[in-house]
């Protein structure tokens, strides 16, 4: 299909292992964003790229997340050293620009499970 | 420091009732709001947006209203139906940087 896609769907790890989050965005999205979504909560932002630089990476919880999109399309959000409280929804949406009230296309995200 | 809030975690309505979805927002700056359906196991939908120099915005069945100086916006649904059970997620933006704070949702039942 034409959507954002994300693998895997689901993914379960140990405590302390990396991991590596993967996000399609539509063809000529120029922005991308990630965004975290805890149970019962709505989504919280993490970083946003537009084409592969990312401007604004605030949410991002500590210095084992990081992101990148080098090449303005395909983007991978990782997880190092991982602890339960990583567990969550981590969804990616893109957009064909960053401007605000722009629609963002969401991806269906992957569950992380941390154990 | 919950910037755009929902009050109301569920909601249930008859088949063919309205739905009015409420959400408050603390950060003036703000110049755009938008709506968002969300099914299990799927990512969010966008349903409707508004910009902060209108006080609403229809869309088939779905009209949104901003009420500025109240800071609070409400999604309307007439006439509801059961596809339209799911999670309802208010969300803002502002500036030139689209990223998005959104509510903590409200589940919206609607039954035959």
């Known amino acids: 299909g034409a959507g954002v896609s994300q693998s895997p769907r689901y993914k379960v790890a140990k405590r302390g292992q990396d991991v590596a989050l993967r996000c399609d965005p539509i063809?000529?999205?120029?922005?991308l964003f990630w965004y975290q979504q805890a149970l019962g909560q709505g989504p919280e932002f993490l970083t946003y790229?537009?084409?592969?630089?990312?401007?604004?990476k605030s949410g991002l919880p500590s210095d084992r997340f990081f992101a990148e999109r080098p090449e303005g399309s395909v983007s991978t959000l990782k997880i190092q050293r991982t602890q339960q409280e990583d567990s969550a929804v981590y969804l990616c949406?893109?957009?064909?620009?960053?401007?605000?009230?722009?629609?963002?296309?969401f991806g269906p995200g992957t569950r992380l499970t941390v154990l | 420091d919950q910037q755009v809030k929902q009050n109301s975690p569920s909601l249930s309505v008859q088949e063919g009732r309205i739905s009015i979805l409420n959400c408050d927002y603390t950060?003036?700056?703000?110049?755009?709001f938008l709506w968002y359906k969300k099914y299990p196991a799927e990512g969010p939908t966008f349903l409707i947006s508004?910009?902060?120099?209108?006080d609403k915005n229809e869309d088939g069945r779905f009209t949104v209203f901003l009420n500025k100086s109240a800071k609070h916006l409400s999604l309307h649904i007439v006439p509801s139906q059961p596809g339209d059970s799911a999670v309802y997620f208010c969300?803002?933006?502002?500036?030139?940087?689209?990223?998005?704070?959104f509510g903590q949702g409200t589940t919206l039942q609607v039954k035959p």
């Open positions: 949406a893109s957009s064909l620009d960053g401007t605000s009230g722009i629609e963002q296309f």
């Open positions: 063809s000529g999205h120029v922005s």
């Open positions: 790229f537009q084409n592969e630089a990312q401007l604004d």
């Open positions: 950060n003036s700056m703000f110049d755009y």
């Open positions: 508004i910009s902060s120099i209108k």
């Open positions: 969300a803002a933006s502002a500036g030139n940087t689209g990223k998005l704070i």
